[in-house]
T-cell receptor, first 111, second 113 residues
Framework: TQLLEQSPQFLSIQEGENLTVYCNSS?????LQWYRQEPGEGPVLLVT?????EVKKLKRLTFQFGDARKDSSLHITAAQPGDTGLYLC???????????FGGGTRVLVKP | DAGVIQSPRHEVTEMGQEVTLRCKPI?????LFWYRQTMMRGLELLIY????????DSGMPEDRFSAKMPNASFSTLKIQPSEPRDSAVYFC???????????FGEGSRLTVL
């Protein structure tokens, strides 16, 4: 059982549709990061959330950190083929601690 | 600016052979991490260093795996002897701090036959 559970594991949608991926845990995290990984490359940071209830927007991507800092979601509006990739959440249980990654959600946006 | 540089990008070897993966972190970053990624287990932390000192190696699978960081600009991950179950993509990442943003290399894809 992973400390951070991501769902769904795989999502296939048409261009223009919306999607939401989830990152859940029974543990409290001091901060949580979202990464996107494209085939043949390493993960790249999208955003870091640190405050319970925080909402951050990055163009068509909206990230939310749960009030209790145990969960997070990523919502993509009007998905485009360029959004295709593996989305990973990663959490820190305390400042200075190592990051723990979730299992990832593989997103495929078809043109 | 150069990012994290890993070599080799691809390695195919036979069971029992020694494998050495190399990493050059981003200059000025104090923390270096080695991860392994497979479809079954996702991204797993193997070991991380702070200021060239190994801090947590609890993710290293067994004694066949070893990692060194002789200086701030170079690290190696060695597998000896290699086994087919070691086949995976191995990522090196560096960070200004142990809990900050991770900057990943492009990975080394290892296939052990």
């Amino acid at each position: 059982t992973q400390l951070l559970e991501q769902s769904p594991q795989f999502l296939s949608i048409q261009e223009g549709e919306n999607l939401t991926v989830y990152c859940n845990s029974s543990s409290v995290f001091s901060s949580l990061q979202w990464y996107r990984q494209e085939p043949g490359e390493g993960p790249v940071l999208l955003v870091t959330v640190v405050t319970g209830g925080e909402v951050k927007k990055l163009k068509r991507l909206t990230f939310q950190f749960g009030d209790a800092r145990k969960d997070s979601s990523l919502h993509i509006t009007a998905a485009q083929p360029g959004d295709t990739g593996l989305y990973l959440c990663a959490g820190n249980k305390a400042a200075g601690n190592k990051l723990t990654f979730g299992g990832g959600t593989r997103v495929l946006v078809k043109p | 600016d150069a990012g994290v540089i890993q070599s080799p990008r691809h390695e195919v070897t036979e069971m029992g052979q020694e494998v050495t993966l190399r990493c050059k972190p981003i200059s000025g970053h104090n923390s270096l991490f080695w991860y392994r990624q497979t479809m079954m287990r996702g991204l797993e932390l193997l070991i991380y260093f702070n200021n060239n000192v190994p801090i947590d190696d609890s993710g290293m699978p067994e004694d066949r795996f070893s990692a060194k960081m002789p200086n701030a600009s170079f690290s190696t991950l060695k597998i000896q002897p290699s086994e087919p179950r070691d086949s995976a993509v191995y990522f090196c990442a560096s960070s200004p701090t142990s809990d900050g943003e991770l900057f990943f290399g492009e990975g080394s894809r290892l296939t052990v036959l």
